[in-house]
């Protein structure tokens, strides 16, 4: 299998990018972002660029792949809906509208996340504009699979980019596992999500939408 992956640089992208890479079926990783992971392997190439609204110039470098993981995304927290809006629905479809044109039927996994609104229009702002992402995803020609995870234990020396989950990390750090181990429905590690991805990148799943404790299971 070879896969491309958006958002390398995040923690979940991070856990994604590691399970890949030790996964022997994975043959080669195509990383696309705004920063680059840092890590070198064999497996892995990356592609830094500015502009993620557009990607017609990069279509050749973008073909032969079987699976897209996509882990770009940010914290609502403190902007506006329209910011959030055009990081999270924008440049989401802009990538997954381009893979859709260069392969018809591969699989893309979108990474959304625990109380999602599929109805679109709820109060909450992120449910909303997630909601919204995933409805648009299901419309394109792809075998497309939200995942919704809720509590994600980072694992592996993964950290998250927001100082403000790193806080939170840290001060949860010693009751993580048990959280884990007691609570399925609502917690998960960057480890599992990786490993259900590429499951699900490999054999594909029974329903679209996979919560957390699907992922778990998976």
């Not at 884990?180 to 679209?208: H, N």
Request: with cysteine; hydrophobic share 45%; proline share 5%.
């Amino acid at each position: 299998m070879r896969a491309i992956l958006f958002g390398a640089s995040g923690m979940v992208g991070q856990g994604v990018l590691r399970e890949c890479l030790l996964d022997p079926e994975v043959e080669s990783v195509l990383s696309v972002g705004r920063s680059v992971s840092g890590i070198k392997d064999a497996k892995l190439r990356e592609i830094q660029r500015s502009n993620l609204f557009d990607f017609s110039d990069m279509e050749p470098e973008l073909r032969g792949y079987d699976a897209c993981f996509f882990c770009l995304g940010i914290s609502s927290f403190g902007m506006a809906e329209e910011q959030y809006r055009r990081i999270t629905f924008d440049i989401t479809l802009a990538a997954a509208q381009t893979l859709a044109k260069l392969h018809p039927q591969m699989t893309f996994i979108y990474v959304s996340g625990a109380g999602t609104d599929s109805t679109g229009s709820g109060r909450v702002m992120w449910a909303r504009v997630k909601g919204k992402t995933e409805n648009a995803l299901l419309q394109l020609p792809l075998k497309a699979y939200m995942f919704r995870p809720a509590g994600i234990v980072p694992m592996h020396g993964i950290q998250s980019k927001t100082k403000m989950y790193r806080l939170l990390y840290r001060l949860a750090a010693p009751i993580m596992p048990l959280l884990y181990a007691w609570f399925p429905k609502y917690v998960t590690t960057t480890e599992q999500v990786g490993r259900a991805m590429i499951k699900v990148a490999r054999e594909g799943a029974q329903k679209p939408i996979l919560e957390n404790i699907d992922i778990n299971r998976l």
